[in-house]
């Protein structure tokens, strides 16, 4: 008999646990966190981009109640700086997320590629109503189907080619300038049909081969151009906004799923707040006083370079903009790579972009 006793005893208790349990998890409040949260960032914490990354991070531990504590890896460091495996590595866990560019998520997501069809997109308000329209909806659904959930658009900038031989103005004026580009196909079918001779390389090796001149030049927006010093190798940059590479917060799926709702917000609402922040950073002093007040104003922070070019052109360099003509000439020679890649984006997304822009 006290047999029995015991063992309904030890039944209910049994069944008390699981109970308790079952009403933890549901609340959350057992959920169980990782110590830490691996970032992937291509970029160092002095980039504009960085400072986004760091942003993100601390927002997400200060209304987290330091629940969640994420750590930004720089430098592609959990890749051995092979920049474009960052959504791969994501989309499996072995990353939890990611500040990344447009450009390396491309291997996985081909739709990124729409950002990167030359002289498309060319201004700040063309490519707001991109991201905040149905063109960013269509990206982050791409993504959703590869196990990555896209958080928020963040920004890395619209890509200016700088060099050390001349000043850039024309198509021939790149014929055979050695060039690094990041090792996506689009990028190499770019320059190709311009006449260059392209040379893709990680980000991590660029800077390198900058300093022993393997090559020319290179492309980068001016939040990667300021804090590299990119006036110590190369004395000319054309300033064409040929293309753009926004930045996405984006997660791991699977884990994102496992989060409590209160966490999945406190993280979401994070993102939107640090890609502002980090957008503003990338344009300020190339959209009037539009960033830099907007960083004064909501972020209580001010720019250390307000006015990139005229800070490039104090270092020495020669900084060119083109006339109508002249970007014309680029327009022209860069089309017949629309033949290619337009089909690769996606038709429906091509037009969806065009309507975007329109609106
Ligand atoms: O590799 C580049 O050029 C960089 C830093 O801009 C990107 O990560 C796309």
Same mark, same amino acid.
């Given at each position: ?200 390389? @990680? ?16 492309? @980068? ?35 994102? @799923? ?102």
């Amino acid at each position: 008999m006290n047999r029995r006793i015991a063992h309904l005893r030890y039944t209910l208790a049994l069944a008390i646990c699981f109970a308790v349990a079952i009403v933890f998890s549901v609340n959350g409040e057992a959920a169980d966190f990782k110590k830490e949260y691996k970032m992937q960032i291509n970029v160092g914490p002095q980039f504009y981009w960085g400072m986004g990354a760091q942003k993100f991070s601390d927002l997400v531990k200060e209304r987290t109640n330091g629940q969640i504590n994420i750590k930004p890896y720089w430098g592609s460091s959990l890749l051995k700086g092979a920049q474009l495996k960052s959504a791969q590595l994501v989309a499996n866990g072995v990353i939890d997320c990611a500040m990344e560019s447009t450009i390396n998520i491309s291997p996985v997501i081909t739709e990124a590629n729409i950002f990167s069809l030359p002289f498309f997109i060319n201004n700040f308000e063309n490519l707001d109503k991109m991201e905040y329209g149905e063109t960013g909806k269509a990206i982050f659904k791409a993504m959703d189907a590869k196990g990555l959930v896209g958080l928020a658009w963040a920004e890395n900038g619209f890509r200016q080619v700088t060099n050390s031989k001349l000043a850039i103005r024309t198509p021939a004026d790149v014929k055979g300038l050695r060039l690094r580009v990041v090792g996506s196909p689009i990028f190499i079918d770019t320059f190709r049909q311009l006449g260059a001779d392209p040379v893709n390389m @990680n980000w991590g090796d660029a800077v390198t081969a900058f300093g022993q001149g393997v090559v020319d030049g290179q492309e @980068n927006p001016v939040g990667v151009l300021v804090p590299v010093q990119i006036w110590q190798y190369h004395k000319y940059a054309t300033f064409w906004n040929y293309l753009v590479d926004p930045v996405i917060i984006y997660w791991n799926k699977k884990q994102w @799923n496992q989060f409590p709702p209160d966490i999945q917000k406190a993280i979401k609402d994070s993102a939107e707040e640090a890609g502002i922040f980090e957008k503003a950073l990338c344009r300020a002093g190339l959209d009037g006083d539009k960033s830099l007040n907007l960083l004064k104003d909501r972020f209580n922070h001010t720019m250390e370079v307000p006015e990139p070019v005229k800070f490039m052109e104090s270092k020495g360099m020669t900084v060119t903009f083109l006339t109508d003509d002249e970007r014309n000439a680029f327009i022209d020679a860069t089309k017949p790579l629309y033949e290619k890649w337009v089909p690769k984006i996606g038709q429906a997304l091509y037009k969806q972009a065009m309507a975007d822009m329109a609106n």
